[in-house]
Structures are given as C-alpha cells and as structure tokens.
C-alpha cells in the first residue's frame, strides 16, 4: 500500500497511458513482495512444536497419548509411527514423509490425506518450515 501511496504522491504522469503505468507498476509492487521463505530454524519450530503438537505427539522425552510419536518421522513411511491410534487413512496413503510432503501435509492435514485424524492446520509458511526444521531433530 505504501507503494502505490508513494506512486501517488509523487509521479504525477502527464498522459491517460502514464498513469496506467503507474497504476500497473504499483499493482504489481503490491502483488510482488511475496514473502522470501527463510529457512527453517529449529529453535522458533520447538516452539511451534510445544504450544502446537506437543501435546498430542510428545517429543524425545515425553511420551505421547493420543497422536504418534514423531520421533524419527522423516524417512519413515505414513501411519507406522509407535503409540498413537492411527487412521486407515493415513496408513494406506502411501506416503514416506519427507520435508516436502511434511509441509504439504502440516499445511493442510485433511485436505492431503482424507480421513486422517490429524488436526492441526499450520496457517504460516514460516511455522511450517520451523517445524519441519525441528523434526529433523527428532531421532
Ligand atoms: C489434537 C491432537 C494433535 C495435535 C495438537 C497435533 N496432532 Fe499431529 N496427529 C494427531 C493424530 C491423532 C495423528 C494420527 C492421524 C492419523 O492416523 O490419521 C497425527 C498425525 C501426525 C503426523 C503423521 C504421523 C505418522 O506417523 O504418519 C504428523 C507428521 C503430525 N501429526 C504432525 C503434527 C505437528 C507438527 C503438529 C503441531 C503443529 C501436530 N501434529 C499437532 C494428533 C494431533
């Protein structure tokens, strides 16, 4: 916003075509700051991970109840983790986790996997990749 502000304010075109350069330029600078992803810290994901999913999963030294212990989840195949009742869903998915399909699927749980019982949608792409980053940790 503060773009097109300062196009406004001071880029006063002469010409109907000047101003939809401005219009177009100023349009593009609001569209264009998608925000560069840094990569994961695992620090801000351990974070992430104790408001988030601690709870349900548990970590190196807390047990889980309720969801799967993630300990050792990237490499290993989909609904195989120890303790924690797991779907049908998520054990025929096929899946072998990875970073990329951990994102897609901490994104959007039920959307990548339907059926599973997996909860927790992480909205922001930056929490993602922390988390992602902290369970790289976990082995
Ligand atoms: C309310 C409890 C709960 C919370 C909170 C929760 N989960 Fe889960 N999660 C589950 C359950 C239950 C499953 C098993 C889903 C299934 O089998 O369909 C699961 C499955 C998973 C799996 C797949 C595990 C496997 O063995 O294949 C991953 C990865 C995962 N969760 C990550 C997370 C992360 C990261 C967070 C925090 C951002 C989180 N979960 C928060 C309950 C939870």
């Excluded at 840094?38 to 999913?53: I, L, T």
């Excluded at 096929?94 to 949608?121: C, H, Q, Y």
Aim: aromatic content about 6%.
């Amino acid at each position: 916003m503060r773009d097109r502000f300062f196009a406004g304010a001071f880029i006063r075109p002469r010409t109907a075509a000047g101003w939809t350069l401005v219009a177009a330029v100023s349009a593009a600078a609001a569209l264009a700051p998608v925000p560069v992803r840094a990569a994961g810290d695992a620090a801000a994901g351990r974070q992430v991970y104790v408001k988030r999913c601690l709870g349900c999963h548990g970590d190196l030294k807390t047990t889980s109840t309720f969801g799967p212990n993630l300990t050792g989840i990237i490499g290993r195949k989909a609904g195989t983790g120890e303790s924690g009742v797991h779907s049908r869903a998520l054990i025929e998915s096929g899946i072998t986790w990875d970073e990329a399909s951990l994102r897609k699927f901490l994104a959007t749980p039920t959307r990548e996997v339907p059926g599973t019982n997996m909860p927790v949608d992480v909205a922001d792409p930056q929490q993602i990749e922390d988390v992602v980053a902290y369970l790289r940790t976990l082995r």
